[in-house]
């Protein structure tokens, strides 16, 4: 694994609501997405995708979501061997970027919703187990023209990184071809009280990439 970055902490999201039982897949465009929700309570971890997209937060299973990738995400590779995760300098990648960016998803991944004391460490480990698609998947930051990986799919799996509790952070989602991605994280942690591990299980990401 490559270091570590700073990440954004945020206070806690309010008023978060459930999609239905047994609602339709949607299709996610443009907008705030956490693609990553890790909730705690009831003794379990769990991981959904809280959409913000629209004009509330909802959180969704995300067996029932498909995250866009459009044309309009294209970016020519820089080059220096730093960003060869994205392929060869002068080649096409495509990002949903770290910064709010209209017409795209803003993606990022949150941890507001586990209490204080609760997880050894005040934290959990969130796993790129797998990845399936034509290319290879990364999440990245940006330094002063620097990328550092946080996930990258291109020099072997699994990766795994501690996160803290009480943090809401965004970076990049690099996909080096189109086509539809398959992209599976699972979150542990340990319990403060007894030590028993608690996860999420594998959860499968769906990302479409448009040419």
């Known amino acids: 694994m490559r270091a570590a970055v700073a990440l954004l902490t945020a206070a806690a999201v309010l008023g978060l609501s ?10 996610l465009t443009s907008g705030h997405v956490d693609v990553l929700d890790v909730d705690y309570a009831a003794g379990a971890l769990s991981l959904s995708v809280n959409d913000g997209t629209g004009g509330s937060e909802v959180e969704r299973d995300p067996a029932d979501v498909v995250l866009q990738v459009p044309a309009a995400s294209k970016i020519t590779v820089p080059s220096g061997s730093a960003w060869s995760f994205l392929g060869a300098a002068g080649s096409t990648a495509w990002v949903l970027p770290q910064a709010s960016t209209a017409g795209l998803l803003w993606a990022g991944w949150n941890t507001l919703e586990i209490p204080s004391g609760v997880l050894q460490g005040n934290s959990v480990t969130v796993k790129l187990a797998s990845v399936t698609g034509p290319g290879a998947f990364s999440v990245y930051t940006v330094s002063a023209g620097t990328p550092s990986t946080l996930y990258d799919s291109g020099d072997g799996l699994p990766d795994s990184r501690t996160v803290a509790r009480n943090v809401h952070a965004h970076a990049n989602w690099g996909f080096t071809q189109p086509g539809t991605y398959t992209v599976t994280f699972e979150v542990t942690g340990r319990l403060a009280s007894t030590g028993a591990t608690v996860t999420t299980g594998a959860k ?8």
Do not use: E
Request: no cysteine; charged share 0%; net charge neutral.
């Open 18 to 27: 459930a999609a239905p039982a047994g609602a339709a897949p949607v299709t």
């Open 204 to 211: 499968a990401f769906t990302f479409t990439v448009l040419p």
